[in-house]
């Protein structure tokens, strides 16, 4: 079992920054893929960026891509998603997500491949 656990959300203004942080315990990180999903007022979850278990591989949503980073942090059993120059648009509660696999560089876009989820971190973005 791997607990999930988000932090870093927040209120900021349009243009601004945040960065969340999800702590993972349970498990070995370092043989678990990671995402990050977002989910709106109303509308379904979306997938926002992922990476692979050896941290070399990464996958963004056009909607984030040049905006936001993801990293990991296997020493910490953390992962991290830097979000830039943010848009109200990008309002909604942000979940990250892990996946148990043996292939180190693949990274997983569908919600539906992950195992294990957090509670969830609220981001507001002002315009």
């Known amino acids: 079992q791997v607990q999930l656990v988000e932090s870093g959300g927040g209120l900021v203004q349009a243009g601004g920054s945040l960065r969340l942080s999800c702590s993972a315990s349970?498990?070995?990180?370092?043989?678990?893929?990671m995402g990050w999903f977002r989910q709106a007022p109303g509308e379904e979850r979306e997938f926002v960026a992922s990476?692979?278990?050896?941290?070399?591989?990464?996958y963004y949503a056009d909607t984030v891509k040049g905006r936001f980073t993801i990293s990991g942090d296997n020493a910490k059993n953390t992962v991290y998603l830097q979000m830039n120059s943010l848009k109200p648009e990008d309002t909604a509660v942000y979940h990250c997500?892990?996946?148990?696999?043996?292939?180190?560089?693949?990274?997983?876009?569908?919600?539906?491949?992950?195992?294990?989820w957090g509670q969830g971190t609220q981001v507001t973005v002002s315009s």
């Open positions: 997500a892990a996946r148990p696999t043996p292939y180190s560089n693949t990274y997983y876009q569908g919600g539906n491949q992950y195992h294990y």
């Open positions: 349970g498990r070995t990180f370092s043989s678990y893929a």
């Open positions: 990476i692979s278990s050896s941290g070399r591989s990464t």
